[in-house]
């Protein structure tokens, strides 16, 4: 299939949920992997803070993967790039299946974020073919909508194939639901870019135009909001398993059951902000929301710090920060592809770089800290004060005179 989609001034569900599967390849791989994490540090006799490692490997890899994707796409069109990528996400799942030790598993959880990267910018670089401003934001926003049945089904499902075949079944998984991806995208993908706006420039022109993107501050800055926003959510996941299952003595089941409550929290947040996305402007949304993330990020650490109420004591703030957190990456992320829509591929690659690669960084501090509640409370804090300060200097959210 390779009709040219017009721009249209309302997306279609089918859309919606195309690129919302797209984009929450990397969350599923991700998620549906967390319950396990106890149980491969004690298989592959390896330390928690190497398995958390498997973790970050996909956003690390996921950032470097969307550099490549960008300038691609671009290039060839959004449908190609795309259909590579799963293509390497299902090799790399099926290789992991027979990992026999921890190093093995690191590069090939690498690779899958490489594979797993062109999906993801492909979802955000054809919104922005079609779409911009704050009905971008919305649509950005719907599709938590779909990226959030990740929280709220992945860890059980992962859990449920681990408690019959073990973890390793659970990337047999993943490379049947990247199959599956590849055949939905053959099918109803429209290409979203033209011949006669692609970019033929070769690497040179990819890194002048990275250049390009780089020089724009305001760009710079709306782009890094939303790494520190995954960077926030990913310290939360990527602790979650230590803090309930080994610090609070959650089974895997429940604690699959606790994790789908916070996707919860996420799924509505995101939608609460595509409601009001269409009265107000993205950045004076973000202006209200980034203080009180961090203010919840505070309560959650005091909390935490002094145990107060146990395990419930720690759900509350951290439901209602994940809630605040996710209306942050969807309104970042439109204002800066509004910016330069020319090369949407590019300014998706460094936008999702962005994210991967400072949750990749972020999310393993919760394990050299401690892997229990203070630990994961500390790396929020200091993420979301990153966020605030980010937000005052680098855009106009809090001069008198704001634009959008």
């Not at 149980?39 to 956003?59: H, K, N, S, Y």
């Not at 890194?207 to 926030?232: E, K, N």
């Not at 509505?268 to 009265?279: E, F, K, T, W």
Request: charged share 10%; proline share 6%.
């Amino acid at each position: 299939m390779t009709n040219l989609a017009p721009r249209s001034p309302r997306p279609s569900a089918k859309f919606i949920l195309l690129v919302g599967v797209m984009a929450a390849l990397p969350a599923v791989t991700t998620d549906m992997y967390l319950p396990s994490l106890p149980v491969v540090a004690t298989e592959l006799d390896t330390t928690p803070a190497l398995v958390q490692g498997t973790i970050t490997g996909v956003l690390i890899g996921g950032a470097v993967g969307q550099l490549i994707a960008g300038p691609l796409s671009d290039r060839f069109g959004r449908r190609r790039p795309a259909m590579v990528g799963v293509l390497l996400h299902v090799i790399a799942s099926v290789l992991c299946i027979f990992a026999a030790g921890i190093v093995p598993l690191l590069v090939l959880r690498v690779i899958q974020g490489i594979g797993n990267a062109a999906a993801t910018t492909t979802a955000m670089a054809v919104i922005r073919d079609r779409y911009s401003g704050a009905t971008a934001s919305a649509i950005l926003s719907r599709l938590m909508l779909v990226i959030g049945i990740a929280p709220l089904l992945a860890p059980t499902a992962g859990s449920l194939v681990a408690d019959i075949a073990g973890w390793r079944a659970v990337f047999g998984v993943l490379a049947a639901l990247g199959v599956a991806l590849m055949l939905f995208m053959w099918r109803f993908l429209p290409e979203s870019l033209p011949p006669e706006r692609r970019r033929s420039e070769g690497v040179g022109g990819a890194l002048r135009g990275y250049r390009v993107l780089l020089r724009d501050r305001q760009f710079v800055a709306l782009a890094i909001l939303p790494g520190l926003g995954l960077g926030a959510l990913m310290s939360y996941v990527a602790g979650s398993p230590f803090v309930f299952q080994e610090q609070y003595g959650l089974g895997e089941t429940q604690f699959a059951l606790l994790f789908a409550l916070n996707g919860i929290g996420l799924v509505l947040g995101a939608q609460v902000n595509a409601a009001i996305v269409q009265r107000f402007d993205p950045l004076h949304i973000m202006r209200v929301a980034v203080p009180i993330a961090l203010v919840l990020a505070v309560v959650l650490y005091v909390i935490a710090f002094r145990d107060i109420a146990g395990l419930v004591g720690i759900v509350v703030p951290l439901w209602l920060l994940l809630a605040v957190n996710s209306v942050v990456p969807p309104n970042a992320s439109a204002l800066a592809l509004s910016r330069h829509g020319e090369r949407a591929g590019s300014a998706a690659a460094l936008i999702g770089a962005a994210q991967a690669g400072l949750a990749g960084v972020v999310s393993p501090l919760v394990g050299v800290l401690g892997e229990d509640a203070v630990a994961m409370a500390t790396v929020i804090i200091g993420v979301m004060v990153l966020a605030f300060i980010v937000l005052a200097i680098g855009t106009p959210a809090y001069r008198r005179k704001e634009r959008r």
